[in-house]
């Protein structure tokens, strides 16, 4: 598995011209980071410090824009010519648009989830105990 991400692929839903296509990416690290500050913030404490606390509210305003504005490569219009991939041509998708580049880049992005023996693995500890990497 390489350590970078920077794989692209081309979609193109079944209704669109021959010509128009959509580059999505791979999500990496910071991406991700970017994508929870989106739907958790920070909340003061008794006695100080702060705790994340999850806000369904600003999910569902902000997480699928912040998505598609990250993933989001290029894309061509009917004649095959780039458009600029920006915040105001991502809030004017079609509904169905939307939802097919985001199930596109859900299915590109798969969360990857390790079982507690292969997170013990991925630390550099076999399932004897601590070992030195």
């Known amino acids: 598995m390489p350590r970078f991400v920077g794989e692209t692929r081309v979609v193109q839903a079944s209704w669109w011209d021959e010509k128009e296509t959509a580059t999505i990416r791979k999500l990496g690290y910071g991406d991700r980071q970017a994508l929870s500050a989106v739907y958790v913030r920070m909340e003061p ?5 702060y705790r994340k606390v999850f ?6 305003e902000k997480m699928n824009v912040a998505l598609l504005e990250l993933a989001l490569v290029r894309w061509t219009d ?8 920006t915040a105001e041509r991502i809030r004017a998708l079609s509904e169905e648009d939307a939802g097919f580049l985001l199930a596109e880049i859900a299915d590109f992005n798969p969360r990857r989830t390790r079982s507690a023996e292969d997170q013990a ?6 399932g004897g105990g601590d070992q030195e990497r």
């Open 78 to 85: 009917e004649d095959g010519e780039e458009m600029p991939v």
């Open 121 to 126: 693995t991925f630390r550099g500890r076999g």
């Open 45 to 49: 404490q008794d006695g100080g410090g």
């Open 55 to 60: 806000d369904p509210q600003l999910a569902l």
